[in-house]
């Protein structure tokens, strides 16, 4: 470790590496789409829609604007409106149970599992009324959830599964990649995902042609030809310029997610022996869009603090469970979810990218290391 290393604050995430390694191929992505004067719906975001088709395994790819919206148009081409449920996670960033409450629908939660903190299949079968349409399981931190078991409790009550993959595009799941399973799989590529663009913008997946042109036509005011407007729809075109950068990207994201591997098996190495720390599991097919530890006894925002003083980057991803948010509140005030709520206590999300140096792995764990062996 050299001493710059050492002394130079570590973020929690450094997109500087993958740019620099690409920079020849994002300019003349960039370039080409400039000199084309086609920026939205050419032949860039017709391409990157086949190539992550192809690459999940599914028949259909609809570019958005964000992974937000891919989710909203993926519930409303389901025809899930007022007065339907829908199941997912408290333990998830706002947008999955936003755009269930954007249709008039009521998002419902069932608790996590401890190990993974994805939907547990059995809170969500308890879950379960005469009002349930669908089920959203999300793919938190890139481990995938256990669709072995909720795909069949989703198909016996007739449901419709739509995956949150916003953090786990790559991610496999007893041999098919996550999104591919679902009737919709939502993708996101914020900057800070594992296959990010500059910008928002996301897309859907599916194998039903019907459901990927009601997603097509949603996303363009509710149009299949201009100016012919059949519904109320919304403005969620992917940009060419983000498609073409996109592409440029797509065939390195599986090694940049086995980079990820390897440095959350690197952080296993130095980590494993310390007292009070909890680390994810390594699991088949888990891709790490975080590696993100448990720190109990109320000490993690101490923790945090400490770590961010000796110079170097973490996050709560989340610090409140969605039942507590102020929107959400009071219609649940009847409801505890202790496995999430817990969670949000605990979590903490240390530095991770592909390119990440064992030196680096090795600073973090060793304060974090000292941090925890100084606390009572």
């Not at 994002?26 to 086949?50: D, K, M, T, W």
């Amino acid at each position: 470790m050299n001493p710059r290393e050492d002394t130079s604050r570590i973020p929690v995430l450094d997109l500087a590496p993958q740019i620099g390694r690409h920079w020849e191929a994002l300019n003349a992505a960039f370039q080409r789409v400039l000199q084309s004067g086609h920026f939205i719906l050419g032949p860039e975001v017709a391409a990157l829609e086949a190539e992550i088709a192809a690459y999940l395994g599914v028949r259909h790819a609809v570019g958005l604007n964000s992974g937000t919206d891919a989710l909203t148009i993926a519930l409303r081409a389901l025809g899930i409106g007022p007065g339907d449920e829908v199941i997912t996670t408290p333990f998830t960033f706002f947008a999955t149970a936003e755009a269930i409450s954007h249709l008039g629908a009521t998002p419902v939660f069932a608790d996590i599992e401890p190990g993974s903190f994805n939907l547990d299949p059995d809170q969500v079968e308890a879950a379960l009324t005469s009002r349930t349409r669908a089920i959203i399981p999300v793919h938190l931190f890139g481990r995938p959830c256990a669709m072995e078991r909720l795909q069949p409790l989703a198909d016996r009550h007739g449901l419709a599964l739509v995956e949150d993959c916003a953090q786990s595009l790559g991610a496999v799941e007893r041999g098919r990649r996550t999104g591919a399973r679902g009737a919709f799989g939502c993708l996101s590529f914020f900057p800070t995902k594992n296959l990010n663009a500059f910008g928002d913008a996301g897309m859907l997946v599916t194998d039903d042609e019907a459901l990927a042109a009601s997603a097509r036509m949603l996303r363009a005011h509710g149009s299949r030809m201009k100016y012919h407007n059949e519904c109320v729809g919304y403005n969620s075109r992917l940009d060419e310029l983000h498609a073409a950068l996109l592409r440029v990207k797509l065939p390195w994201l599986d090694a940049w997610n086995e980079g990820r591997r390897q440095a959350a098996a690197s952080y296993h190495r130095h980590l494993a022996a310390v007292p009070g720390l909890v680390l994810p599991a390594i699991v088949d097919g888990h891709v790490f869009h975080q590696f993100t530890v448990r720190i109990g006894g109320g000490r993690r925002n101490q923790v945090q603090a400490l770590l961010d003083a000796a110079g170097i980057g973490s996050m709560v991803y989340y610090p409140v469970p969605l039942h507590h948010l102020r929107i959400y509140r009071e219609s649940h005030r009847a409801f505890t979810y202790p496995v999430a709520e817990a969670a949000a206590q605990e979590v903490l999300s240390l530095p991770l990218w592909p390119e990440i140096g064992e030196d680096t792995i090795a600073r973090v764990a060793g304060t974090l290391a000292g941090i925890l062996a100084g606390l009572p």
